[in-house]
């Protein structure tokens, strides 16, 4: 199964290198009208992408294969992200210029979106410990947690069982063979 992404309205071949997929570094720069050479040494002095860079044999839009120099697909958008608007193709810059506020919005929203998070589960915790705190002394809430021991405490025992069943089971097996 071939997968794709599309630049620029381009069909990009993705290729699945062991666990890896990676997109050919030149037909991108091609699809959005920048410098292949300079992209491909701003990728290679870049402190984190360089690493990836690598020359592999790959399936190229016309069918045959040939060596090209590639980046894995999870670097490719983060690339892109960095290519100056003013430097490509300027049929597509406005293009590239919406695609970098994306970006910028994604980057927004995990970032705040997390620690928002965080903060309003941590807030929860808080109450939590307050609201058990108060309770401790309630029969109620001490009969809840002796329960709750007595199900952990079966549950253990439960998995010890599991566990001597399935050695029984491998014994049984190992005196087979």
């Known amino acids: 199964m071939t997968k794709t992404i599309s630049v620029n309205n381009q069909q990009i071949i993705i290729t699945k290198i062991g666990t890896t997929d990676y997109v050919a570094v030149k037909p991108i720069c091609e699809a959005i009208g920048v410098s292949y050479p300079r992209q491909f040494k701003k990728l290679k002095e870049s402190t984190i ?63 705040t979106s997390r620690s928002k998070i965080l903060k309003e589960r941590t807030e929860y915790q808080i109450e939590i410990d307050k609201l058990e705190a108060s309770l401790e002394e309630d029969e109620r809430y001490k009969k809840i947690k002796e329960l709750k021991s007595n199900i952990k405490n079966a549950s253990q025992r439960l998995n010890n069982i599991d566990k001597e069943q399935i050695n029984a089971q491998y014994d049984i097996f190992q005196g087979q063979q």
Not at 85 to 104: F, G, L, M, T
């Open 49 to 111: 992408i360089g690493s990836t860079v690598a020359e592999k044999a790959i399936v190229a839009s016309d069918g045959n294969t040939r060596k090209m120099i590639v980046i894995p697909l999870r670097y490719v958008f983060g690339w892109l992200f960095t290519i100056n608007e003013n430097k490509v193709d300027p049929s597509i810059k406005d293009q590239v210029i919406n695609y970098k506020r994306q970006c910028y919005d994604a980057l927004f929203d995990t970032f």
